[in-house]
């Protein structure tokens, strides 16, 4: 509510206010608290596919085919979880199964300043060759189809989570901290939530490193999960469907006059 944006944009009444979970849309009430709300789930394309060979993905990040990959691709800010996670990982340091990705690259001064910080603390902790910093990526998808399982412990709120399900979609368990929008994706067929602390967390991980049936079980479940959330025929239908029912009481061509309808996607 003191945000210099929010401010500016609830000058001007709307009509209809659409959000990409029930977590935007319950924290987002005070904001034109009189118009019509609806949570529309973001359409995503899950038929895409992805052509390179898995063996070839982790041959070229020197990564040995029996490996567990944990992976984690995100911006690289500090409320996407990445200190959480490298500390999860040290509690499994004698467990010789894994290796984690970490794809995402600095975009800000402060972001490089944040990516050393995370680079000199997994050396601390013993773990600089177990945890790979892939850098900017432009093959996430790639990476998700190389990888075992995906671990985004976000420590704030995510909106949504569109990587979440792009994950599901590709058939990866998906671990997460039990906050925001994750809480609205992530199901115990197909993931787990966990506290917001280092134990937990790793214990999780620890459960999907050691379990090839459980990753099995969950690999199968993630693709009906993200098509249920995500289909991209299904949420797109049903965002024209709002916008017609806004058009339906518009005045004609011949008629109309200036006006302040507008839509706001939160």
Not at 1 to 11: E, F, M, V
Not at 86 to 93: E, G, H, N
Not at 204 to 225: L, Q, S
Request: proline fraction near 6%.
């Amino acid at each position: 509510p003191r945000g210099w944006l929010d401010r500016w944009a609830s000058l001007t009444p709307c009509d209809l206010v659409l959000y990409n979970s029930t977590f935007t849309e319950v924290s987002g009430r005070w904001l034109f608290p009189t118009a019509r709300r609806r949570v529309l789930l973001c359409p995503l394309d899950l038929d895409s596919g992805v052509s390179a060979p898995r063996a070839s993905i982790r041959a070229s990040l020197d990564t040995d085919a029996e490996s567990v990959v944990i992976l984690l691709a995100s911006r690289m800010q500090p409320w996407k979880g990445h200190r959480l996670l490298i500390d999860a990982l040290a509690s499994l340091r004698e467990n010789a199964r894994w290796t984690c990705w970490i794809a995402g690259g600095p975009q800000r001064r402060n972001e490089e300043s944040y990516h050393r910080e995370l680079v000199a603390h997994a050396d601390r902790l013993g773990l600089a060759g177990r945890i790979r910093f892939l850098g900017q990526r432009d093959d996430v998808a790639a990476l998700m189809a190389a990888a075992d399982v995906y671990c985004q412990p976000n420590v704030h709120p995510e909106p949504f989570g569109l990587a979440f399900v792009e994950a599901l979609a590709a058939g990866l368990p998906v671990v997460t901290t039990k906050m925001g929008g994750a809480v609205e994706i992530v199901t115990p067929t197909c993931g787990r939530l966990t506290p917001a602390e280092p134990a937990a967390l790793g214990a999780v991980i620890g459960e999907y490193v050691d379990d090839r049936e459980k990753r099995r079980t969950a690999a199968k479940a993630g693709p009906i999960r993200a098509r249920e959330l995500c289909d991209v025929t299904v949420r797109t239908r049903e965002l024209v469907s709002e916008l017609a029912s806004l058009a339906e009481g518009a005045p004609s061509a011949a008629e109309r006059v200036p006006t302040n309808h507008s839509v706001i996607a939160a």
